[in-house]
């Protein structure tokens, strides 16, 4: 497996492995892999003859007051897991080589950024959408791997490639969970043993959702209420938000209809965390 580290490199691997007859396939991370990342890794081996893994915390994403500075960085250990779950090139850029110096493009997808998580994180789809349109473009990616967990991001980044006409497919690959039930998360790792206990009701909220529905309980205020009172059994937490939503438009539905998100976010002492189900 390569490791490379700017756009002309990925851009010649891309070139050179489609002309050996392979599509490309595009699995963007922040690093700090985990098995929920090995996951979408293994989905775009299984499906494409070469595949790129991007590891680049990208400064455009985090607000001000976030964790950038802190957030995990584990390049040696990622590389390792990515090697081992089938990539093909690894690529590690510096924050110079995707933002040069005077940048001052940037992608930004109306409406649908300021849903969700981007009502709470104010230009924090900004980031994303710029960041995964440079991957796509430098990668000439034939898919794109993402994880169910980031619905909203994804909701955004569909409509981005829509827009701009882009060739890459979006893949969206379940949500991977720990034994008890908690979404995998590099921020995970920021819990105390308290916390991680608390963050628990998240994915509980979640569950007890989702029985909800299939029982036959569509109408989201009930659906929305029930999570608030699941909620309210952990008083620690502070919710960030609480929605049942079309996951192409994000903008919130009165009942569940097959494909409907019922998103939330809440935090967990200094972390936000977020999880979500596709209703049946």
Known sequence: MEILHTVAELRQWSREKRGEGNEIGLVPTMGSLHAGHASLIRAAHASCGAVAVSIFVNPTQFGPNEDYERYPRSLEADCNLAEAEGATVVFAPAVEELYPAGAATFVEVEGLSERLDGASRPGHFRGVATVVAKLMIATEADRGFFGQKDAAQVAVLRRMVTDLRLPTKIVVCPIVREADGMALSSRNMYLSAAERAQALTL?????????????????????????????????????????LVNWETLEPVESAAPGSLFAVAAWVGATRLIDNAILA
């Open 203 to 243: 994915s509980r909220t979640i569950r007890q959702v989702e029985k909800l529905a299939a029982a036959g309980k569509r109408e989201a205020n009930a659906l929305i209420e029930a999570a608030w009172q699941s909620f309210a059994a952990e008083p620690a937490i502070r919710v960030d938000y609480i929605e």
